[in-house]
């Protein structure tokens, strides 16, 4: 499999074209994604935000952290044969698959709200309740920001195991990018699923790095630390700078004092007098 074959693959007008085509395909994995993070947001947010703040039912995020060990395409097989006989329209495979999306989905979003409320500092949450705020303040106001970032790492988790399991869903006729790999196959087409294989990880490295770009701008500068690092960057001298004080009203210069100098004045003490330079170093001293 040379670079040319790949190239050449890429650049055919014929794969970008039709309802087999690249966009096409790139658009029903994208859609298949984004139905199954917000029906997985909607059931795991309010539930892990709920345990977090509580502190009741910790057995739900440990029940769904143990529920990542289940093989996702035997999952994906065994609910797609019971429930697909159920459904008479055309959606037979398309809903059992985003069910088993939706499941694979919770864990990591459900452990990413928990571990966020549960970090908070108690000492925030006391604060909060000192100044009146009720609960549902203390969780909207000072533990859900506080929560952002784990939250995130959780969304960024959720997504990539979403994007990476539709492409397998593709054999029970999902369709979406996984159709290059299935099909491919079937047909010993190797250069079509080495193609679809490329169009994933350049999907998931984008989709990561997207969210990723969200998190940078979601998080609050004083959680992520960026506001202590513009601050550090703001008061760092550069090198061969003017270190000299503001003119006096003459519009003469002078030099900073001392530190140890303008402590000690500006504490009352004795200002120590300079050590005269022939007094040498205290082992020159003392060899005299």
Do not use: K
Not at 262 to 281: I, K, M, Q
């Amino acid at each position: 499999m040379t670079f040319d074959r790949i190239w050449g693959w890429f650049t055919d007008p014929a794969n970008w074209q039709g309802a087999d085509g690249v966009p096409n395909r790139v658009l029903e994995h994208l859609l298949y994604t984004g139905i199954t993070l917000v029906i997985a947001l909607v059931i795991a947010v309010p539930l892990g935000a709920w345990v977090g703040h509580s502190g009741r039912m910790r057995w739900l995020v440990t029940g769904a952290n143990a529920a990542r060990a289940v093989p996702s395409l035997g999952l994906l097989f065994a609910v797609s044969m019971i429930v697909g006989p159920l459904i008479t329209s055309d959606l037979a495979f398309v809903i059992p698959s985003i069910a088993v999306l939706v499941l694979l989905a919770v864990p990591p979003l459900l452990s990413g709200t928990y571990a966020g409320i549960e970090s908070v500092d108690p000492a925030a949450r006391d604060a909060a309740r000192g100044m009146g705020m009720t609960g549902w303040q203390v969780l909207t106001r000072v533990e859900a920001p506080c929560a952002l970032p784990l939250f995130l790492s959780g969304l960024r988790s959720a997504a990539l195991q979403v994007i990476a399991t539709a492409t397998i869903a593709a054999s029970v006729s999902l369709g979406g990018l996984g159709r290059y790999l299935i099909d491919g196959l079937a047909s010993r087409d190797y250069l079509q699923m080495l193609c679809g294989s490329i169009l994933v990880a350049v999907l998931a490295l984008v989709a990561d790095g997207a969210l990723a770009l969200l998190e940078t701008r979601a998080v609050s500068p004083g959680i992520s630390g960026r506001g202590a690092r513009v601050a550090r960057a703001r008061h760092h001298t550069p090198p061969g700078s003017d270190t000299r004080s503001d003119p006096d009203p003459d519009g003469e210069h002078h030099d900073d004092p001392d530190p140890r100098r303008a402590a000690l004045v500006g504490s009352g003490g004795a200002v120590p007098d300079e050590a005269p330079a022939s007094a040498g170093t205290p082992s020159e001293r003392d060899r005299t």
